[in-house]
């Protein structure tokens, strides 16, 4: 029996792949596959079968469909089971839009989205539960409930969260596929050249520090990572750009564009904390250090987000303007350079 699990802390799901032995006897799909699944409830399986995310020889199955000797079985899982007590917390979110299968909400920086390590409480998910406390995803002990993707905690903007376990298998099977569209807007050190184009490298933990990402650029090592970008203002020694993410990596954007040599601003992880390009002048630094004072996190909101709606099937597409940190910050970098004419 050979399983590869495919999970990325972007993209919130689990993804399993099974070959079932050659002498495998028939057995109903959902009774093998939570046979091989810790913490997984057979309810749980066949939420995913009904939603089209359990694939046998790639073609979706029922729950009741007998796995067969040399079966290759696909299985797609939203979000893994709660080790940890999470707290409902009466916390204020912005919400865009909302219906009875899902909620989009305009997440501010400084937030984290989900529940771990030193962050068990003051989260998203926290909120969240507070908030949709009534319904049964909810309280079932999941342990990022509705979600299938996230954004870093200093990272402002979009995301869509499910409000039942049929849209959410609905949802993460949209990510998987890559039919989701998501555009961010990223103030960078410099002038991208071409002020067009894609990024490409490998992303994967840095050898010498786990919390940190790397690109690996022989493909040898990490996940398969795209990012394509276009500058849409030049602020003189920084440029906004826009990017438009192919995969989902754990900070895509961030480490991208490190690597190409033109990291976010105020990305104190990955650089951009740095006064990189300009002058020597006292009079620059010290702006620059102010830019750092009003924004005081990487630059980058998650600005807009298009689905199709996990029970109607209409697209359904959400912009948002940028923070105020960064309209103030861009407005400086505006001022700044017009001064220099």
Sequence with gaps: MSEEEIHDQQELFEHHRFKA????????????????????SRTRVQNAATAGNILVNSIPVKPNYKVKPGDVIQVLLPTPPREIELIPQDIAINIVYEDDDVVVVNKEPGMVVHPAYGNYTGTLVNALMWHFKDLPLFQIG?????????????????????KNEFAHNRLAKQFFDRTIDRKYVAFVWGTPDPPEGTIT???????????????????????????????????????????????????????????????????????????????????????????????????????????DHPVTGKRLSFDSELPEDMRKVADKWRNYISGRD
């Design 21 to 40: 032995d050659p002498g495998q006897s028939l057995l109903r799909i959902d009774k093998f596959i939570t046979a091989r699944l810790e913490n997984t």
């Design 142 to 162: 999941e342990l990022r409930p509705g979600l299938v993707h996230r954004i870093d905690k200093n990272t402002s903007g979009i995301l869509v969260i499910a």
């Design 201 to 307: 490298g490998n992303i994967g933990r840095n050898p010498k520090d786990r919390k940190m990402m790397y690109v690996f650029p022989d493909g040898g090592q990490g996940k398969h990572a795209i990012t394509h970008y276009k500058v849409i203002e030049n602020l003189g020694y920084i440029s906004m750009v826009e990017c438009k993410l192919e995969t989902g990596r754990t900070h895509q954007i961030r480490v991208h564009f490190s690597y190409i040599k033109h990291p976010l601003f105020n990305d104190d992880e990955y650089g951009g904390d740095q006064i990189l390009k300009g002058t020597t002048f006292t009079k620059y630094q010290q702006f620059v250090r102010n830019c750092f004072a009003i924004l005081p996190r990487q630059a980058l909101h998650a600005k807009s987000l298009a689905f």
